[in-house]
């Protein structure tokens, strides 16, 4: 079972950034899509940004596009998402997920929590007006 530990959330005011890391154990993290979501308590888990497995293609929820950047450096088996342009509601915790299936192509379609089977416990990221 993957184990992911994501790091580098705080506190930061409205217009900064920062950027959040998750590492992965295992072997395989190059073969699968890697997702960032957040959620806050009694609300649905929303979308962030995901990657794939080879790094060729990501997505990005509408409200973050043009703001964040989701990489990865597959020889550290760690992803990453800088965060710009933060403002007060990207406030939340945000976790980062590995896909359930090996080399998945989302072709057309964005993806979907339910595409994600491996989770991190989470990190916070406050974001103050």
């Known amino acids: 079972q993957v184990q992911l530990v994501e790091s580098g959330g705080g506190s930061v005011q409205a217009g900064g950034s920062l950027r959040v890391s998750c590492a992965a154990s295992?072997?395989?993290?190059?073969?699968?899509?890697m997702g960032w979501f957040r959620q806050t308590p009694g609300k649905e888990r929303e979308f962030v940004a995901a990657i794939t497995w080879s790094g060729g293609y990501t997505y990005y929820a509408d409200s973050v596009k043009g703001r964040f950047s989701i990489t990865r450096d597959n020889a550290k088996n760690t992803v990453y998402l800088q965060m710009n342009s933060l403002k007060p509601e990207d406030t939340d915790v945000y976790y980062c997920?590995?896909?359930?299936?090996?080399?998945?192509?989302?072709?057309?379609?964005?993806?979907?929590?339910?595409?994600?089977?491996?989770w991190g416990q989470g990190t916070q990221v406050t974001v103050s007006s």
């Open positions: 997920a590995r896909d359930k299936i090996l080399r998945r192509q989302y072709n057309s379609r964005s993806p979907l929590s339910g595409d994600f089977g491996s």
């Open positions: 295992g072997r395989t993290f190059s073969s699968y899509a």
